[in-house]
């Protein structure tokens, strides 16, 4: 009887195959690691990929571990990784069958103390004051009396209830608040969410928009605040065309926007002192400026009273402006009626001199001269006339008579275009005759020395012309290679031909053909009249 069980294994162990193993350990894994933290150094971090995981490394001095972030739980982090951030990462560990790998799942991800906190708030610092984010140019000064401030902070803590109590009592006005949370995850993306909506809102809109925002919070540490360090926050701030005050923390709290904001306010308290001011305190100068400027007026009336006064005593009197006018006055309304009799005595002498001229026998002899010219006037007419209707007539005659001959002479001058115009066309058909002959003269002188100078004369004494595959000519042996194929022209056809191998000094060897060389294809003879002159071409005509 065998020691060996059937299968001719010498052990009892039980037969895996690769992917039960595999599975074995992955759940061993998994069981002994469901929940572990590790502190290491990120390395390889490219950002996440385009499914939205993210996949880097841990690693210390001595080992280095893989790593993955899925997309859900990379959207819920409140640190964004960094590479070369030291962090503590909180997950499981597992396996990847395909490549015999173990990784670790990380959850959560924070950074390893608040000396890595510190540096990373101080490097995201520099890199935005890079941008000129943090520049004090670009901040914008507050309003002095705003109608609508807006908040953005928690509604249950007593933030809210400082600032709304400190504007109670200095400047009562308009406050909208936005409840976000101030500290968590996803803090940061409500208060920049928040800051950009206070902005979206239209001047003249159903909810009115702020002339001030205010963004608040209370006290705490470092990892409480870190919310407001988010970049996200930084920018949504410094993009605000509302002025904005930051409010987090206390005085000795600095964060992010506080550097982007406007201005910073040591408390939530002091914010709402900066937003508004003090109505008493308006008051009281309002009625102080009242009081100097009724003081001023009537100062000012007093001087312009005494000063009208001191130019009304320089001024003559109204009967002294008066006197020379009035006189004037006087005299020319007691000298109107004198003058009126003397234009009307003066008026009547001119009408007695006019009527003394005009009497009836004057107008009698003007009106019979004026017949008499209208008669004279009349007898010319009439010769006029008469002398124009006897040069009409003689013109009518003479043209009656000058169109009775018209056709004879139409005649006349017709015979003699037609002639002149036979002895064009037996010009212009000599001319054309002589013209052809002379074009045909010149066109065989041409062809003759065309054919004088063809290379088929000189293929009639013997030569060949060699030609490549393409057809071009070949003017040296070493153009041609052993094999090639080529054409050879000769003054009565053409063959095809294969270069062979070329010998020392110029000679070339016929190379023997392997097999029976394929039958040479010829091309017809040219007839012998290709060489000859061209036939002469006829006459057009």
Do not use: C
């Given at each position: 009887?065998s020691?060996?069980?059937?299968?001719?294994s010498?052990?009892?162990?039980?037969e895996?195959?690769?992917?039960e193993?595999?599975?074995?350990?992955?759940?061993?894994?998994?069981?002994?690691?469901?929940?572990?933290?590790?502190?290491?150094?990120?390395?390889?971090?490219r950002?996440p990929?385009s499914?939205?995981?993210?996949?880097?490394?841990?690693?210390?001095?001595?080992?280095?571990?893989?790593?993955v972030?899925w997309?859900?739980?990379?959207?819920?982090l409140r640190?964004?990784?960094?590479e070369?951030?030291?962090?503590?990462?909180?997950?499981?560990?597992?396996?990847?069958?395909?490549s015999?790998?173990?990784q670790i799942v990380?959850?959560?991800?924070?950074?390893?103390?608040?000396?890595?906190?510190?540096?990373?708030?101080?490097?995201?610092?520099?890199?935005l004051?890079a941008?000129?984010?943090f520049?004090?140019?670009?901040?914008r000064?507050?309003?002095?009396?705003?109608?609508?401030?807006?908040?953005?902070?928690?509604?249950?803590?007593?933030?809210?209830?400082?600032?709304l109590?400190r504007?109670?009592?200095?400047?009562?006005?308009?406050?909208?608040?936005?409840?976000?949370?101030?500290q968590?995850?996803?803090?940061?993306e409500?208060?920049?969410?928040?800051?950009?909506?206070?902005?979206?809102?239209?001047?003249?809109?159903?909810?009115?928009r702020?002339?001030?925002?205010?963004?608040?919070?209370?006290?705490?540490?470092?990892e409480?605040?870190?919310?407001f360090?988010?970049?996200?926050?930084?920018?949504?701030?410094?993009?605000?065309?509302?002025?904005?005050?930051?409010?987090?923390?206390?005085?000795?709290?600095?964060?992010l926007?506080?550097?982007?904001?406007?201005?910073?306010?040591?408390?939530p308290?002091?914010?709402?002192?900066?937003?508004?001011?003090?109505r008493?305190?308006?008051?009281?100068?309002?009625?102080a400026?009242?009081?100097?400027?009724?003081?001023?007026?009537?100062?000012?009336?007093?001087?312009?009273?005494?000063?009208?006064?001191?130019?009304?005593?320089?001024?003559?009197?109204?009967?002294?402006?008066?006197?020379?006018?009035r006189?004037?006055?006087?005299?020319?309304?007691a000298?109107?009626?004198?003058?009126?009799?003397?234009?009307?005595?003066?008026?009547?002498?001119a009408?007695?001199?006019?009527a003394a001229?005009?009497?009836?026998?004057?107008?009698?002899?003007?009106?019979?001269?004026?017949?008499?010219r209208?008669?004279?006037?009349?007898?010319?007419?009439?010769?006029?006339?008469?002398?124009?209707?006897?040069?009409?007539?003689?013109?009518?005659?003479?043209?009656?008579?000058?169109?009775?001959?018209?056709?004879?002479?139409?005649?006349?001058k017709?015979?003699r275009?037609?002639?002149?115009?036979?002895?064009?066309?037996l010009?212009?058909?000599a001319?054309?005759?002589?013209?052809?002959a002379?074009?045909?003269?010149?066109?065989?002188?041409?062809?003759?020395?065309?054919?004088?100078?063809?290379?088929?004369n000189?293929l009639?004494?013997?030569?060949?012309?060699v030609?490549?595959?393409?057809?071009?000519?070949?003017?040296?042996?070493?153009?041609?290679s052993?094999?090639?194929?080529?054409?050879?022209?000769?003054?009565?056809?053409?063959?095809?031909?294969?270069?062979?191998k070329?010998a020392?000094g110029?000679?070339?060897?016929?190379?023997?053909?392997?097999?029976?060389?394929?039958?040479?294809k010829?091309?017809?003879?040219?007839?012998?009249?290709?060489?000859?002159?061209?036939?002469?071409q006829?006459?057009?005509?």
């Open positions: 009887m020691m060996f069980p059937d299968n001719d010498p052990t009892n162990l039980a895996y195959s690769v992917s193993l595999s599975g074995s350990i992955k759940r061993t894994v998994e069981q002994a690691f469901d929940q572990v933290r590790v502190r290491g150094e990120i390395s390889g971090y950002g990929h499914s939205g995981h993210a996949y880097f490394s841990l690693k210390d001095d001595r080992a280095r571990i893989d790593a972030i997309k859900g739980s990379f959207s819920r640190f964004r990784p960094e070369g951030m030291e962090v503590i990462a909180t997950g499981k560990i597992t396996t990847f069958p395909g015999s790998k173990y990380i959850e959560t991800l924070e950074p390893a103390g608040a000396g890595a906190l510190m540096a990373l708030l101080e490097e995201r610092r520099r890199k004051a941008e000129g984010l520049d004090t140019g670009r901040k000064p507050l309003p002095f009396m705003p109608h609508v401030i807006g908040v953005v902070t928690s509604p249950t803590g007593a933030v809210i209830r400082d600032i109590h504007i109670a009592d200095r400047f009562p006005v308009h406050v909208l608040v936005w409840p976000v949370k101030v968590g995850e996803g803090s940061g409500e208060v920049a969410a928040a800051i950009r909506g206070f902005n979206a809102l239209q001047p003249g809109g159903g909810i009115p702020p002339d001030v925002l205010i963004v608040a919070r209370g006290g705490g540490s470092l409480d605040l870190w919310s360090n988010d970049e996200i926050v930084v920018r949504a701030a410094a993009a605000s065309a509302i002025p904005l005050i930051s409010a987090v923390g206390h005085e000795t709290d600095w964060t926007i506080d550097h982007a904001a406007d201005r910073r306010a040591p408390t308290t002091g914010a709402a002192e900066m937003a508004v001011p003090v008493a305190d308006l008051e009281a100068a309002v009625s400026l009242a009081a100097r400027l009724r003081g001023a007026a009537s100062r000012q009336m007093d001087g312009r009273r005494q000063a009208v006064r001191a130019l009304a005593r320089a001024l003559p009197s109204l009967d002294q402006l008066l006197a020379l006018p006189r004037r006055f006087d005299e020319a309304a000298g109107l009626g004198r003058g009126l009799r003397m234009n009307t005595v003066n008026k009547r002498r009408f007695e001199r006019v001229h005009v009497r009836p026998e004057l107008l009698s002899g003007r009106m019979a001269e004026r017949r008499q209208l008669a004279d006037a009349l007898r010319r007419v009439d010769r006029v006339v008469e002398r124009r209707l006897d040069q009409g007539r003689s013109r009518v005659a003479a043209l009656d008579a000058s169109l009775r001959t018209a056709p004879s002479r139409i005649l006349a017709a015979g275009s037609r002639d002149r115009l036979a002895g064009l066309v010009r212009a058909d001319a054309l005759a002589a013209d052809f002379r074009r045909k003269a010149l066109l065989i002188g041409q062809d003759r020395v065309l054919q004088s100078l063809s290379y088929r000189v009639r004494r013997g030569y060949a012309l030609r490549d595959e393409t057809g071009q000519a070949v003017k040296q042996a070493a153009d041609l052993e094999g090639t194929a080529m054409t050879v022209e000769f003054s009565d056809g053409t063959i095809e031909a294969v270069a062979g070329r020392q110029g000679d070339t060897l016929p190379s023997a053909p392997a097999t029976k060389p394929a039958p040479q010829r091309r017809p003879a040219k007839p012998a009249e290709a060489a000859a002159d061209p036939p002469k006829g006459s057009l005509f």
